[in-house]
């Protein structure tokens, strides 16, 4: 089980549907437009074939609170930050480390994408990890934890997510 997680409105669920589509091979010709989302209230279950089937948890940014009921059977965990919006991420930052502190999270690989890097006004990576000690928070993690920059709207960076999974659930059961 791959957890997916972050800030309300981050992105999450166009985020999994764009992996969906082409992990599916229904990406070839390109990803289209982006299909219509709504904000996850709750929790959504998808299934993508990276290789082998992997399951996505998807829990709607209001669900914060009640995250850690989830932790049980996750093997990799999503982080979605939201890069053109810098007012956000310092609630994302303590999200993040309140995962990172999870004893049943101990063990997960994260990835932490910051999304959105099609909009004029996103911060770069190394803006964002300035600007939340990102070095040292992965410094002190437990976790092996890698970073990407993403746009779930046109697609960029999507393959790299996508092989990043291949990688982390090859071996899993």
Same mark, same amino acid.
């Given at each position: ?15 999994? &549907? ?7 091979? +229904? ?19 998808? +299934?993508?074939?990276?290789?082998? &089937? ?15 009921? =989830? =932790?049980?059977?996750?093997? %990799?965990?999503?982080?979605?930050? +939201?890069? %053109? ?32 890097? +099609?909009?004029?006004? =996103? ?18 993690? &437990? ?26 659930? &090859?071996?899993?059961?």
């Amino acid at each position: 089980m791959c957890l997916l997680v972050g800030a309300a409105g981050v992105g999450k669920t166009l985020l999994v &549907k764009r992996l969906q589509k082409l992990s599916s091979g +229904d990406g070839e010709g390109g990803l289209g437009e982006p299909p219509p989302t709504r904000p996850t209230v709750g929790t959504n279950l998808t +299934d993508i074939v990276a290789h082998r &089937k992997i399951t996505i948890r998807e829990l709607g940014g209001c669900m914060s609170p009640i995250w850690s009921s =989830y =932790y049980g059977n996750c093997h %990799s965990l999503l982080f979605v930050m +939201d890069a %053109s919006n810098p007012t956000q991420l310092s609630a994302s930052c303590m999200q993040l480390l309140g995962l990172l502190s999870a004893e049943e999270l101990s063990k997960a690989s994260v990835l932490i994408l910051f999304n959105k890097i +099609d909009l004029p006004c =996103y911060m770069t990576m190394e803006e964002i990890k300035s600007l939340i000690r990102l070095p040292d928070i992965i410094a002190c993690a &437990k976790q092996n934890i890698t970073t990407a920059e993403i746009s779930a709207r046109n697609g960029t960076g999507l393959a790299t997510v996508l092989l990043w999974l291949q990688e982390q659930h &090859k071996c899993s059961s």
